[in-house]
């Protein structure tokens, strides 16, 4: 592992001032000339057919270039089909047919000389449908899910030992079931789209976090040899899982540029955000405990069934977080799915971690409760000295340290394990906890440096096909190759979002900031050898790297490395770890719940940036906060149409539901990932901070809150019999 001299050192985002001065240019901002504006048309129902499509008079509204329908749309031949017979991910050939699966669903493309003659124009647009009833309602429909996925070997259900065992051998159970509601995204930065082709070769200015995922898809939608499609996305204003695939509106966009031959824009509204570029599904988490009369786990089930679309399959695997947290020796995960007339899942932050952690992490606190044993100890007393799922030691593991330093510094010995026990006039206050973890995958990404000395100054450029989706890449690679190179900061310049620059696998799954620091790294170290050999230096002796480049006669050298996982890192299991602590204040009449202190600890190896890290981190709970208190997509389940259709409807928390959050980075060295010892982040923040929050309410009420999120209305409807 490399030893890093600039630990953590909190520079501001290096392309900040480009940012605040409206310089940066997000996906919509290109000044692409003659561009013209595409403005997606939505099905307004869920199930059925476009009887008749009335296109006459948009067409003839002012500024109107082209309506694309299925009626005239290029053919794009047969969708490829997976394992499942499902389309595979992101690769729906958009206006083949007039059947409709989902709300929302694009049925054309209105392209105008601006935007708002394209909107206005698709407004003129009149459309009958054959209406079918669709498979919206969760409760109706979950008794059809069923196993997905068939074609994978492995499959996705895992188990260990025996199940059965492990509850007969239990003294005390846990039975439970926890919902967590469909959920969305919401960017920002909503998705925007500018294709342009010059003859054969497409560029496409998009708001992707992996570049490569969009080429795949493109290539594969419109039959085009992948070399000959670029994708730039300098910029990115969040993105959450929403931009790691191409949706629809992309292909809308390179559709309507191939037929009328000029670049065409579209940039989705708010409300097509709701419908039309993912979320996160109802998961529903039948979890099964059992501890015998040591406080022992002896037996854990965790079978989740959520809901797919009709025509494409995502399963989140919120099970998985119970494979690996704690030491139980006869587990269960399985995943089931139905399908549903409702858009397809997508993976959403910490897919998998976000609700699983919700369910394990309450059922824990649920089983301590029982046992009469405060949480904390009862964690520590199941802590895993291996991965039990992998059987391979941890690369790292702290999440006995993150819990008893969260504990000390969050004052957690005020807590009373009786719940109730804290009244303060209307108030009921109370303390919860939750340990959490999200995987630290590492991906393999290379990088070009090009190094010039102009007097005594040398420049450096880094350049990777990374992106920046608001996480710090520009400036933790920048932080990293002035490192390496033994220069200032300010000296090292950074391009990316650019796909044609050396390959990685862009932002997702926590990798972005350990994997585009090691391809710095890496390439900053191969220029340091290579110059070193052509000057004839020993490589162990210290020189400048402006003393190098003239050693080596060179006032400009350029390369191009690969950053490879460590060596031993398979014989690991990579998860960063942490804890959330929470005060809660529970208005019981009024069913309000206030937070205003939640302290967490996080143990991710090598942080890099202590100002970017910690304000994902801090991202990541307000995301928590949210998942727990107010994020909720509701459908109207007779039509599949949405109630909340744009930000206004769909609850984030404000600024006045954030009390305090204080996080504490424990100092970790993972010697057993890669060459920067750097863990995910991004992830861990939301990872169980619902639970934290609810096991609060618990020990404030006497209440279990198993139905996310916690309105008042819900608040006030628990009426489980209090605890005491
Ligand atoms: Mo993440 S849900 O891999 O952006």
Redesign the pocket.
Known sequence: MKDYKLLGSPESRIEGYLKVTGKAKYSAEFPIPNALYGFPVRSTISKGSIATIDTEKAEASEGVVKIITYKNALDLGEDKKNDSGKISEGTRKVLQDNVIKSYGQYIGIVVAETFEQARAASRMIEVTYNEEKPVISFEENRNKAYKPDPGRPSGIDTSRGSLEQGINEATTMVDEVYNTPIEV?NPMEPHATIAVFEGEKLTIYDTS?MLYRTIDAVAEVFSMPKEDIKVIATFIGG??????RAWEHVMLTILAAKMLDKPVKTAITRQMMQTNAGMRQHNRQHIRLGANDSARLTALAHEVVSHTAVDELYVEKSGYYSRSMYAVPNTLVTHRVYDTNIQVP??????GEAPGSFALESAMDEMAHKLNMDPIEFRIKNEPEKDPHTDKPWSSRSLIECMKVGAEKFGWERRKQEPRSNPDGNWLIGYGMAGASRGAPYQQASSRLILNKKGDEVTATVEMAATD?GTGSYTIIAQTAANTLGIPVDQVEVHIGDSSLPKTPG?????GAGTFSSAADAVCEKVIKDLKEKAGIATDQEISIGDLLDAAKLDTYKAVATAMADDDASNYSHYSFGAHFVEVWVDEKLGIVKIPHVLSTAAVGTVLNQKTARSQVLGGIIFGLGQAMTEETLLDERYGSYVTRTLADYHVPVNLDIGKIDLHFIPEKDEHINRMGVKGI??LGISSVAAAITNAIFNATGKRARNLPVTPAKMIAIDESVAV
Do not use: C
């Open positions: 995204h976090q993105g959450f899982g929403s931009k790691l997508s993976s959403m932050r910490a897919p989706i932002s997702g799954g926590s990798w991004g992830e």
